[in-house]
């Protein structure tokens, strides 16, 4: 009895591709999306790290107005495109987008 229930353990090999059997087109749409947007969310961090030594460095050197003015614009760009990657990752994993998706095509 105890090498039945052994063998039977053996045999079930599971893969990737089992993980994603049921989805759908729009399903696998949404976690490339997801993937994409969470990756660009993490990579946020360490350019305001680099953003910000430019801008404290800026100021070690003295007050110059283009240089502060380039390096904020900088850091909105870097917050605007913190948010959409955010918005993205998060609505994109939490399936949200597959319900506005599905009640548009109805």
């Known amino acids: 009895m105890g090498e039945t229930q052994n063998k039977s353990k053996v045999n079930k ?3 990737i591709s089992s993980l994603f059997m049921c ?3 729009i399903d696998l749409c949404l976690m490339g999306l997801g993937c994409v947007g969470t990756i660009a969310d993490g ?3 360490p350019l ?4 910000i030594s430019k801008f404290m460095n800026n100021f070690g050197t003295g007050i110059d107005t283009s ?3 380039k390096n904020a614009m900088l850091l909105l760009y870097l917050a605007c495109m913190a948010f959409v990657a955010g918005i993205l ?3 994109a994993c ?3 987008l597959r319900v506005i998706l599905g009640s548009l095509k109805e």
Request: glycine share 10%.
């Open 94 to 96: 939490s399936g949200i």
């Open 43 to 45: 990579i946020t961090v």
């Open 67 to 69: 240089t502060t003015n």
């Open 13 to 15: 090999k599971w893969s």
């Open 23 to 25: 989805a759908d087109s």
């Open 89 to 91: 990752g998060n609505i």
């Open 48 to 51: 305001l790290m680099i953003l």
